[in-house]
């Protein structure tokens, strides 16, 4: 399944959680994709949803066992990738999940923009 794009996203899983296609992540599912999986400059699918703002994909990607601190990529992990997008509802998701609220702190401190420190409060 795996392929090399030129926006950072490495596998079929990671573009459709990119994309916002729940219907294909939940095909892609069924032919046994790797949740889990590693590659480019967003780590794993779980982490490209989270930036970009999927809930209903981060709550699929959760229940099929993603790695709720996994680490890698440009943002670090995927509570940071939500965090710094300003993604409240995925932000609260992830720490009901067991995210790591003190994950490579620094770097969440030195990214996260100013209106975004509601997000942050959370944490």
Known sequence: MSMHRED???NALQ???????????????EKGADVNA???DYG??????????????????LEKGADVNAQGADYGNA??????RGHEGIVKLLLEKGA????????????CRQHQ???????
């Open 100 to 111: 790591d609220a003190n994950a490579q702190e620094e770097w969440m401190a030195m990214h």
């Open 8 to 10: 950072g996203v490495a």
């Open 79 to 84: 509570l940071q990738a939500a965090s710094d």
């Open 38 to 40: 590693q590659g480019e």
């Open 15 to 29: 573009a459709a959680s990119a994309g916002g296609h729940e219907g294909i992540v939940k095909q892609l599912f």
């Open 117 to 123: 420190l509601e997000v942050m409060r959370e944490l």
């Open 44 to 61: 794993n699918a779980l982490q490209v949803a989270s930036t970009g703002g999927h809930e209903g994909i981060v709550k699929l990607l």
